[in-house]
């Protein structure tokens, strides 16, 4: 009997996402979006899909992950969606012994009040990601299992929605992530085996690796992400130090608000503790391979403060040199502003002339050209492009300090695993 039940019993997935994306055909979780379509096909789950709005490519990626339907992903028609499933719940279309696997892949912001967990975003705004708790509670009372997978930054404030008995599984901790975690966790999920098994694996591969550190809801990986919490918190915002996820139109950095390179200065915290931590961990596992880990821990840990502090002096350097001057670029006529400012302005100048050629034109363009060649536009103009190449350098550094941090993680999570007694809800989730 217990047999066919389990045979019998329904499989639905929720595919939620993609918001918040500039004008194109594509978005950047569109590859996540195929992984979860083509594992929906292939292992026998119905599909609900409520993803994008608006891209070309992404919305035929979309309608073939739904079995040929696509519901918009606005903020009205998510949260309806939420309630639909609700409603499938109390009129009993799912019921005791069901599974539901909820997947969201899209921007997402800071843990804030009024969120308990955090928002995400939506074609035209953001979702609350609270919304899913009564859910939640519905499905444990009748029975259901539920899995939730946040696949957006800072997607670890969506953890608290775990319990004992719904397993829940971000792309980054409280801080950002990146998509190719969301990717290679939702192309690791088979038939056959569970969703402990998919993080696991995905989280160790080459594909996922990346200065972001997923985390899961069980007893095992809440102390393994306490125990290694200061590496991710150390840090924090390093996303908005790569030039392309702030100049480029498709960031792979998968954050709402891009941040201000001031942060770097500001809120970067200080990990001179790391050494003293790690010394910690290895006492706590007591496995002989963690020396090796712990080494190549130290030695990123250290090239990584090397390059942030150049990075922070740099800034510093650059912001000193954006002042304000005043220059006469027409006769008689005086402009004021920083260099960034001057540097705009001859831009958009020069494109407005590209465009139309008038005398009036081509005299503020000169104007701007005697500007930029003035030596202490050039001074802040070098400095500025030393910091583009140092803060693009800094995610690399920040790369090969959470490659480490894998190797780290692996053997806390296999020791907290054996000594844990808890429920696992997300090996329980069977595939």
């Known amino acids: 009997m217990s047999f066919a039940n389990v045979s019998w019993a329904k499989k639905e997935i929720l595919i939620l996402g993609g918001g918040g994306e500039p004008t194109g055909a594509t978005t ?8 979860l379509g083509t ?29 040929g339907k696509n519901i918009s992903a606005t903020t009205d028609n998510l949260n ?36 308990e967990t955090h928002a995400v975003s939506s074609k035209n705004g953001t979702f609350n990601m609270d919304r899913l708790k009564a859910l939640r509670d519905l499905a444990e009372k009748k029975g259901i299992q539920l899995a939730i997978m946040d696949f957006s930054c800072h997607s670890g404030a969506t953890l608290k929605l775990g319990t004992d008995k719904t397993c829940v599984i971000s792309a980054a901790s409280a801080n950002v992530g ?72 498709k960031a792979d950095a998968c954050n709402l608000t891009n941040s201000s390179y001031a942060k770097l200065a500001r809120e970067l915290k ?17 496995l002989p391979d963690v020396d090796q880990s712990k080494a190549q821990l130290q030695a990123a840990i250290k090239d990584y403060e090397t390059a942030r502090n150049q990075a922070v002096n740099t800034h510093k350097a650059k912001a000193a040199l954006d002042q304000k ?45 005697k500007f930029i060649q003035r030596e202490d536009f050039v001074d802040w103009q070098q400095t500025s492009k030393t910091y583009d190449k140092q803060s693009q350098d800094l995610y690399w550094k920040a790369e090969k300090v959470g490659r480490a ?4 993680y692996d053997a806390l999570y296999t020791h907290y695993s054996k000594e844990s007694k808890a429920p696992n809800p997300c090996r329980n989730f069977k595939l």
């Open 28 to 35: 950047i979780f569109d590859k996540t979006l195929t992984n």
């Open 39 to 67: 594992f929906s096909k292939s292992s026998g789950w119905k599909p609900t899909v409520v993803f994008n709005g608006g891209h070309r490519t992404t919305e035929a990626l979309a309608k073939q992950a739904g079995g």
């Open 80 to 115: 309806k969606q939420i309630e639909a499933f609700k409603q499938k719940i109390q009129r009993g279309e799912l019921r005791s012994g069901d599974q539901l696997m909820i997947s969201v892949a899209t921007h997402g912001l800071e843990a804030a009040a009024p969120f």
């Open 178 to 249: 990146y998509n190719n975690a969301g990717e290679a966790i939702a192309g690791n999920l088979r038939a056959g085996t569970n969703l402990e098994f998919a993080f696991l694996g995905a989280r160790a591969s080459e594909k996922a690796l990346s200065p972001g550190t997923p985390q899961i809801s069980t007893e095992a990986g809440r102390k393994t992400y306490q125990a290694t919490a200061f590496l991710s918190d150390s840090m924090r915002e390093r996303a908005s130090l790569d030039m392309w996820a702030e100049k480029s139109k």
């Open 270 to 286: 200080d990990i001179k503790d790391s050494h003293g931590r790690l010394v910690g961990i290895r006492t706590l596992v007591g």
């Open 325 to 369: 001057v005043c220059m006469d670029l027409l006769p008689k006529q005086q402009y004021c502003g920083t260099m960034s400012q001057f540097e705009y302005g001859h831009q958009v100048v020069k494109e407005q002339y590209a465009a139309k050629p008038t005398p009036a034109l081509r005299a503020e363009l000169q104007g701007y050209e």
């Open 405 to 408: 941090e894998r190797k780290i």
